[in-house]
């Protein structure tokens, strides 16, 4: 089987390692990002209904700050982040799978319409429903890296690429580019079309997985490494 690698950030990155690992899947990890805090002022808890948190990155990285909005109830995309979100003091009262896009259905249901997003820099554009407001608060940012030698080596050799995001995507197709290794020689198993779209063409392979779940990310890129080799192509 081609080398599967993961390009996310720590501690991401290890999380998809393991489920692997769970799946029968061996997955290697050469992160090209990192993550890190970002000043930001904490904002009124009493100008808001809810917190709208997408990554659990707010969590990790957000500091001693995020105490003062704990007594608002939290909406949060995925499991994870419900879970740190629990941790760090919020009650949590939705969980989605599928993007910060189907928590303001759950938010306007609940009388929750003055919402604040404590988010990443780099985040995804909400449809906001009228009379519904949305402030964002930015507590960290994504780092981008340049590959390493061991990295371009393998990709060279044929590979399959987990992408987790768009800004992942981007970067990774940029550093392929840079580098000169051939997008005919690598396969990518995107989390969401969106991402896949980001990615461009001429990839070996460019699919997206049913569902944006890294079980789910998993199950296609064991499907898809049995079903084809770039290397081969």
Do not use: K
């Not at 969590?59 to 994870?80: D, F, I, M, N, S």
């Not at 003091?89 to 003055?114: K, N, S």
């Amino acid at each position: 089987m081609i080398p599967v690698i993961t390009i996310r950030p720590a501690p991401g990155d290890a999380a998809t390692v393991e489920r692997g690992a769970h799946q029968g899947l061996t997955v290697t990890s050469h992160p090209l990002f990192t993550v890190g805090p970002v000043p930001w002022d904490i904002p009124d808890p009493a100008a808001h209904d809810a917190v709208l948190i997408g990554s659990a990155n707010a969590l990790r990285h957000g500091g001693a700050g995020l105490t003062a909005l704990t007594t608002l109830p939290a909406l949060c995309v995925g499991e994870t982040t419900a879970q740190a979100a629990r941790e760090a003091g919020f009650d949590v009262i939705a969980t989605g799978a599928r993007g910060m896009q189907t928590l303001l259905p759950h938010a306007e249901a609940r009388g929750l319409h003055r919402l604040l997003r404590l988010s990443g820099e780099a985040h995804v554009p909400l449809d906001v429903p009228h009379g519904v407001s949305v402030d964002t608060c930015i507590l960290y940012a994504v780092h981008a890296a340049p590959m390493d030698e061991a990295l371009i080596e393998t990709l060279a050799a044929g590979a399959l690429v987990l992408l987790h995001s768009g800004e992942a995507a981007e970067h990774f197709a940029h550093e392929c580019d840079r580098n000169g290794i051939p997008r005919s020689q690598i396969m990518l198993a995107c989390l969401a079309p969106r991402i896949a779209q980001r990615a461009g063409i001429g990839w070996a392979s460019c699919r997206s997985a049913p569902a944006p779940q890294d079980a789910a990310l998993l199950a296609l890129a064991e499907q898809m490494c049995q079903g084809c080799d770039p290397s081969q192509q």
